[in-house]
């Protein structure tokens, strides 16, 4: 009854609720969401270092998260490089010069706050040729006014950055007065002008108060109240903003330290002074508001323009532009053709006649409705992660953001199960589920940045691993069994693994080995190609007829381990191999093909695994040692049994080993010889119970169709800033922005698996003439690809 209420149910959601109209909702909510952005940047402006000077929030306790954009951590080598012959000057109180020492700590932790506290302090490191000095004007008076004053003559070197305040020393002077007040207004007024000329060539950052904790004060600071830095702060802001006529004040305002403290000011020792973790977060920010421009972080969104279009952009758009345009007039044409043979009525017999028969969809038609459609996507993508339109935001990882949608996810897996239309070990419906839920906890994992947990990167580590056992098992498999080495099949698989690559290349600007995992598949299948396509040709059919067949494929797996071992422990022979041109264009990243290297060697055993498992698994079926019936277990009940105690102790022993790393490094090392453990052990889980191999689940299973395209456009249209953080559709309410974005991006990764199967047909034809012709003109699209890009590289020199 149960079973029955479930499938009538599920009938009424495809009737009204289809893919096709989830795509067609998702696209309405993008437009939507594109022109509210729009409008926001329009009224708001579209300078995100006023969001990062002026707001954020905390994510936990001390990760400062600025609003719509991301801040970099800079390490003492970026700071350095970044602050290179230049002097940077912070003049102000006691508060000003904790922020002087957390900035230069950035660049040298270990400089000691030490010295006298009222007087002036330099910092120099002369290697990096970066100067840094601390002037003590704990007051807004003719003294501070005189300092500023000798920087806007002609003949004085001025600092690249200066960084002001002052008032406490004011209120606890004057004990609070309204007197003192007043004389701030006009003091501050008589040095507005200076800031003013100052600003308009070099970075000038007016830090407003902070507030402090009254109970903490000692009695010679009770004076200094949150009511009157407030009103010294509206002073400030008041005069500053308005130093220039008809125009917008170039002396930006530092209010975001209001903020930070509003929040950490009861850990203060004293009520006045910030911890030390505040006064760090504050430093970053004003290293992240100078550096942020020249260095170009990939995860320091905030302050930085949007990056210009290369060559080969401008022409991909101009190529969609085109598709559109042509899909478009295309369609009118066809639209206006279909009309005028409409039914006609007959009018003798008052019957409708067909004048034509409805012809199928030309290939000329489905390729620009293809492109059309893509670059209507390439688009989205571009504004996600490209354009500045929407916004950004730092990971933060808890144990609660990663395991609780796990929790989810697995609930709706086991709710959504049917029965398979075949039982045998590792059947289609089952190897999609796999994949399928193993993409769905990878993204997951990615989105909630629980790289930072070990335990939960070591369990990632094997599914990512268990993507390329597949990678060798299913691969192995089809030659084994279909005998198929043309060069038809060849070329399907590898336009399928890497047509929505090479385009996020193209439209991203970004290198092939950016997007790792494509790469390492698509060497696995040229490996397991070339092992088995060479002579000799070994396939199931020619081994059947004589077993030494089967010791001359082992043969070949055993060079094919060695030759593995080979490269895994020669890192130059690896690198000379995949730095030679034009091999150098696709594996290098960052002018180096190390991080190829080391994807490469993390998972380098696990192909060869899942291709022995395959022969060892078609070898044992095809001498019916295996029971494969509906319900009935895969071996006799005393050895499925046996089998699964030990995959069960297997699995669960693998788990504490990796739940107990303390190492990355170490455990990395490991991780090649012993994840197929946990590989194995998870299959015979699965496979041995007869039961549990006749069902599957069809919510895992949809997931795993599209694992790939859900792996590829996670990177810009799910996370932001190329997987550094998270994209923002609706901000202020991360769960609605989570379910709203994840909605638009699986149906996009969907949309893109239905684009590249119809291209695939189209590019990609049986007729072996047909196919050269095409792999011809695809050889020069990538000739003039490799031209482009190195006039590119180039011109960036």
């Known amino acids: 009854m149960a079973a029955l209420a479930y499938n009538m149910g599920k009938r009424e959601i495809n009737h ?49 998260q600025p609003h719509s954009c991301m801040m970099h951590k800079y390490k003492i080598s970026e700071a350095k490089n970044c602050l290179v012959d230049k002097h940077i000057a912070f003049i102000g109180d006691s508060r000003i010069r904790q922020l002087f020492y957390s900035f230069v700590k950035i660049i040298n932790p270990q400089f000691k706050e030490e010295g006298n506290k009222h007087e002036n302090i330099p910092f120099e490191d002369k290697i990096a040729s970066v100067k840094v000095d601390f002037l003590w004007h704990p007051e807004v008076n003719g003294s501070m006014k005189q300092c500023i004053k000798v920087w806007t003559e002609d003949s004085v070197a001025k600092p690249h950055v200066i960084v002001a305040g002052a008032a406490t020393w004011s209120i606890k002077i004057h004990n609070g007065s309204n007197e003192a007040l007043s004389q701030y207004k ?7 002008p200076l800031l003013e000329k100052l600003a308009k060539t070099s970075d000038v950052y007016w830090v407003l108060q902070d507030p402090v904790y009254e109970d903490l004060l000692s009695e010679n600071r009770k004076m200094i109240t949150n009511e009157k830095i407030d009103a010294y702060n509206e002073a400030a802001v008041s005069i500053l903003n308005s130093s220039t006529r008809n125009s917008k004040s170039n002396v930006k305002m530092f209010s975001v330290s209001k903020l930070i403290a509003q929040e950490t000011i009861m850990e203060s020792l004293d009520g006045l002074h910030l911890p030390e973790s505040s006064r760090e977060t504050s430093a970053m920010i004003l290293m992240n508001v100078y550096c942020n421009k020249i260095l170009k972080p990939v995860d320091g969104s905030c ?29 009118i044409i066809h639209r206006n053709a279909h009309r005028k043979n409409k039914p006609c009525t007959d009018l003798e017999s008052g019957e409708e006649k067909k004048n034509i028969i409805n012809t199928p969809v030309s290939p000329l038609e489905t390729l620009l409705q293809s492109f059309c459609k893509l670059g209507l996507i390439m ?5 996600c992660d490209r354009a500045n339109l929407f916004m950004k935001e730092n990971k933060f990882y808890t144990h609660s953001s990663f395991f609780i949608p796990i929790i989810y996810i697995l609930v709706l897996g086991v709710f959504y199960n049917e029965n398979t239309k075949e039982t045998k070990v590792l059947n289609r419906e089952q190897t999609d589920e796999w994949k399928g839920w193993m993409q769905l906890v990878i993204l997951i994992y990615h989105i909630s940045g629980a ?118 422990y020669s890192q130059g022979a690896f690198e000379k191999i995949f730095s030679l041109w034009p091999l150098s264009k696709c594996f290098e990243l960052k002018g180096n093909v190390y991080e190829w290297w080391f994807r490469w060697r993390l998972d380098r055993y696990v192909v060869f695994h899942g291709m022995l ?14 029971s494969e019936g509906k319900g009935e277990p895969l071996f006799s009940n005393k050895i499925s049994n046996f089998l699964l105690f030990i995959s069960v102790v297997s699995f669960l022993t693998y788990s504490i080993w990796a739940s107990s790393c303390k190492n990355k490094a170490e455990c990395n090392e490991l991780h090649p010889s012993v994840s197929v453990v946990q590989i194995l052990a998870f299959i015979l889980i699965r496979n041995i119970p007869g039961y549990a191999r006749s069902v ?8 795993g169709k599209i694992s790939l395209e859900l792996f590829i456009c996670q990177y810009h249209i799910w996370l932001a800033a190329d997987t550094r953080g998270i994209l923002v559709l609706i901000p202020g309410n991360p769960m609605l922005n989570i379910i709203v974005s994840t909605f638009i991006f699986v149906c996009v990764a969907h949309e893109i698996s239905q684009i590249t199967n119809d291209l695939a047909q189209i590019i990609i034809p049986k007729d072996n003439s047909s196919l050269l012709k095409r792999l011809a003109c695809i050889a020069a699209f990538f000739c003039g690809l490799l031209i482009l890009s190195s006039i590119q590289d180039k011109s960036r020199d």
């Open 16 to 64: 009204y609720f289809s893919v096709r109209s989830a795509k067609v909702l998702a696209l309405v909510a993008v437009l939507l969401l594109a022109a509210c952005h729009l409008a926001s940047r329009r009224y708001r402006g579209n300078d995100s270092c006023e969001y990062l000077l002026s707001s954020g929030r905390f994510l936990g306790e001390k990760v400062w």
């Open 186 to 192: 006009m003091n501050i007024t008589s040095i507005a």
């Open 303 to 331: 302050c930085q323009p949007r990056p210009p279009l290369t060559l080969i952009q401008k022409l991909a758009a101009c190529f969609f532009t085109l598709s559109i345009i042509g899909y478009l007039i295309f369609y």
């Open 379 to 383: 688009a989205y993508f571009y504004m």
């Open 451 to 568: 790289s930072t947990f070990l335990p939960v990167y070591m369990h990632i580590r094997v599914l990512v691993a268990a993507y390329l056992f597949q990678t060798g098992y299913g691969h192995f498999s089809y030659f084994w069994v279909k005998g198929d080495f043309g060069v038809h099949r060849v070329c399907q698989v590898l336009f399928r693994l890497n047509f929505l690559v090479v385009v996020l290349c193209i439209v991203m600007d970004r290198p092939y080995q950016f997007y790792y995992f494509v790469p390492l598949v698509t060497v696995w299948f040229m490996i397991i190609y070339v092992t088995l396509a060479l002579w000799p040709q070994i396939i199931q059919k020619k081994a059947n007829g004589n077993c030494l067949w089967h010791f001359g494929l082992l043969l070949k797996l055993a060079f094919l381990l060695l030759f593995i071992c080979f490269l895994a």
């Open 613 to 626: 498992f395959a022969f060892i698994y078609l070898a044992l079926q095809k001498r019916q040692v295996l």
């Open 696 to 703: 599957y689940s069809s919510f895992f299973a949809w997931f």
